[in-house]
């Protein structure tokens, strides 16, 4: 059973960065996919960014510029560093791996950026 280890979520200030980082339990080549999604209260999760086994990396147009996606195959980890928070980046994040048409999620770490 695959298994992911999310850490690194936290209380920030408005305009802070927070590292979100996502332990595998197995190769993160194995995956079609990594990517980090995002659930605000009373909204429905939505795409933050993701990057395929290519390296090839998509980001929603709230996380463009500000929020960079990457992996560390040696650990197998993803990671996604946010800079420039803002209230509205409130949310629980998840990890999300997937193989065809497979789905494992995370925990789910809270960040609160406060105003």
């Known amino acids: 059973q695959v298994q992911l280890v999310e850490s690194g979520g936290g209380l920030v200030q408005a305009g802070g960065s927070l590292r979100l980082s996502c332990a595998a339990s197995?190769?993160?080549?194995?995956?079609?996919?990594m990517g980090w999604y995002r659930q605000a209260p009373g909204k429905q999760r939505e795409l933050v960014a993701r990057?395929?086994?290519?390296?090839?990396?998509m980001y929603a147009d709230s996380a463009k510029g500000r929020f960079t996606i990457s992996r560390d195959a040696g650990i197998n980890t993803v990671h996604l560093q946010t800079t420039g928070l803002k209230s509205e980046d409130t949310a629980v994040h998840y990890c999300?791996?997937?193989?065809?048409?497979?789905?494992?999620w995370g925990q789910g770490p809270q960040v609160t950026v406060s105003s």
């Open positions: 999300k791996a997937s193989i065809l048409s497979t789905n494992y």
């Open positions: 197995e190769n993160i080549f194995n995956f079609n996919t």
């Open positions: 990057i395929n086994v290519g390296g090839n990396t």
